[in-house]
């Protein structure tokens, strides 16, 4: 019986590891769901007789050792900084091994001992990273052989709240991470426009936004992701002038995001003592300057800020409930803490609510008759309300799709690689379509 091991249990899992159980009952295979909270691996779980919910610190060397020299191929949901020591493990023990996460640069260092040992390292098999890199290939493959040189590539990935007449006032759900939504921009962005580098600090990302129209779904606001450069030679795109990859949100999003950020309180790194026994309005009150004592607490803020006292952005910080008189409780050691506690109890789903996953390309490519098409490919996927949320599957499925492959040898793919492979793509996206996830594209000259 050949064994599959499961690292995470948390919000991006539940499809994967529901895929991964039905499997095993079909080809006689176990599953083992390993996380710090056994209860949560339980419920995963459930009463399936083919799995195991163990109780698992990733911290315990001996331990996680233990568990990958038993399995056959590991599914690691951990946080990105466990992916160097598991893959590690992996290719140690000869085990293949699948991530969603960006690829740490000590684990592609790993590719050529992982071809030795007859494994595979697929990192990035999420949803963005992951259903984005498959798609966006499949497109630019499609452009080269009709002999267009790509000159522009955009595109946009979302996970947010679908629309609904209940959408709270910041249009989004935590379906994920959430300490990733509190700490996003924090490296600031890079990209290309026209012809020109742009970067960004952590402050002006959510100050340079566009509107991004998606059919059946209506506006959103975009803004750059992280270092986008770097995908010029992901995707071989050695003469595009325009790459910048993006994140959607509802509008609005960015301009109290930015303040959030202005105040300081995306901080992950200093320590504050006795943050559990303060109110939010306390821990707000921290991020005002002495200048602006003596008026009310919103108001201050709004000083503070240069924004208007009885605007949007104070109403949704009021509603975020960061000027409340209730205490914060928990165990938090930074300010960072304190908002990813705070946004999971605000931004949670009701039942009857489902969330919704946007991704978009819009390529540009230029023929020899000078003529300039835009390809573009659009997949909007939803939720089930009190099912699988459309994070969870679209994380959760990629690298459930791969691993089955794998199992049944019907990927011979060896070493450290992403999904822009064509061993890779060419199979999963075929796959994903039969699950629901689909790409429809159009092309119009510009």
Same mark, same amino acid.
């Given at each position: ?6 690292l995470g249990?948390?919000?991006s ?7 991964m159980?039905? =499997?095993? $009952?079909?080809? *006689?295979?176990?599953? &083992? ?5 056994l209860? /949560?691996?339980?419920? %995963? ?6 799995? =195991?919910?163990?109780?698992?610190d990733?911290?315990?060397?001996e331990?996680? =050792?233990?568990?990958? $020299?038993e ?5 690691n ?6 992916q160097?020591?598991?893959?590690s493990?992996c ?16 684990? =592609? ?7 030795k040992?007859?494994? /595979? ?6 949803? *963005? ?6 798609s966006a290939m499949?497109?630019?493959e499609?452009v080269?052989k009709?002999g267009?040189?790509i ?12 629309p609904? +007449?209940? /959408?709270?006032?910041f ?7 959430? %300490?990733?939504?509190?700490? !996003?921009g ?7 426009e026209d ?6 600090s952590q402050?002006?990302?959510? %100050? ?8 059946g779904?209506?506006?959103?606001? !975009?803004?750059?992701? %992280? ?6 030679n992901?995707?071989d795109?050695?003469?595009v ?10 509008p609005?999003?960015?301009e109290v995001?930015?303040?959030i950020?202005?105040l300081?309180?995306?901080n992950? @790194?200093?320590n ?14 921290m991020?005002v300057?002495?200048?602006?004592s ?7 803020v709004?000083v ?11 109403? $949704?910080?009021?509603?975020?409930? /960061?000027?409340?008189?209730? $205490?914060i409780?928990g165990?938090? &050691?930074t300010?960072?803490d ?6 999971k ?5 009701? +039942? ?11 390529? *540009? !490519?230029?023929?020899?008759n000078?003529? @300039?098409?835009?390809?573009?490919s659009?997949m ?12 969870s ?6 690298a !459930?799709?791969?691993a089955?492959?794998?199992?049944k040898?019907?990927i011979?793919?060896r ?12 199979k999963?996206? +075929? ?11 159009k092309?119009?000259?510009?």
């Open positions: 019986m050949k064994n599959i091991l499961i249990a948390g919000q899992a539940p499809y994967m590891i529901s895929f159980l039905d =499997q095993a $009952k079909k080809n *006689d295979w176990f599953v &083992k769901v390993c996380d710090y909270d209860e /949560l691996a339980e419920k %995963r779980v459930g009463n399936h007789p083919n799995g =195991q919910a163990i109780q698992f990733a911290n315990d060397i331990f996680r =050792q233990s568990l990958i $020299k399995a056959d191929i590991v599914l949901l951990l946080a990105p900084v466990f160097y020591p598991v893959a493990d290719v140690q023990f000869g085990k293949h091994v699948i991530t969603a996460s960006y690829t740490d640069p000590r684990v =592609q260092a790993l590719n050529n001992e992982a071809i040992k007859n494994i /595979l390292i697929l990192n990035e098999m999420g949803l *963005d990273p992951g259903i984005d890199h498959m499949a497109v630019i499609k080269k009709s267009g040189e000159t522009g590539f955009l595109s946009y990935g979302s996970a947010v709240a679908a609904s +007449p209940n /959408l709270n006032p249009g989004y759900y935590i379906t994920w991470n959430p %300490r990733n939504v509190v700490l !996003a924090a490296s600031g962005a890079l990209y290309l012809g020109k580098m742009k970067v960004l402050q002006k990302v959510f %100050r340079r936004t566009w509107e991004v129209e998606i059919d779904v209506g506006t959103l606001e !975009a803004y750059p992701n %992280r270092d986008s450069l770097i995908y010029t992901v995707f795109l050695p003469n002038r325009t790459m910048i990859r993006g994140t959607l949100r509802y609005g999003w960015s995001w930015r303040n950020i202005l300081g309180m995306p992950d @790194t200093m504050i003592p006795g943050l559990a026994d303060m109110t939010y309005a306390e821990f707000t009150e991020f300057g002495f200048h602006s003596g008026n009310e607490l919103k108001k201050r709004a503070s800020l240069g924004i208007n006292p009885t605007g949007t952005i104070i109403r $949704k910080l009021d509603w975020l409930g /960061l000027f409340s008189d209730e $205490k409780g165990n938090p &050691k300010a960072a304190v908002l990813v506690d705070l946004l109890k605000k931004l949670k789903m009701t +039942p009857g609510e489902k969330d919704m996953v946007v991704l978009m390309h819009q390529i *540009d !490519a230029v023929f020899e000078g003529k @300039t098409n835009r390809y573009s659009l909007v996927h939803y939720g089930e309300p009190e099912g699988f949320t459309a994070i599957k679209t994380v959760g499925l990629p !459930a799709l791969a089955t492959m794998l199992m040898d019907e011979q793919l070493g450290c690689h992403i999904p822009t492979h064509p061993a890779i793509y060419s999963v996206l +075929p796959k994903l379509e039969e699950h629901g996830i689909k790409f429809t594209e092309v119009e000259e510009k």
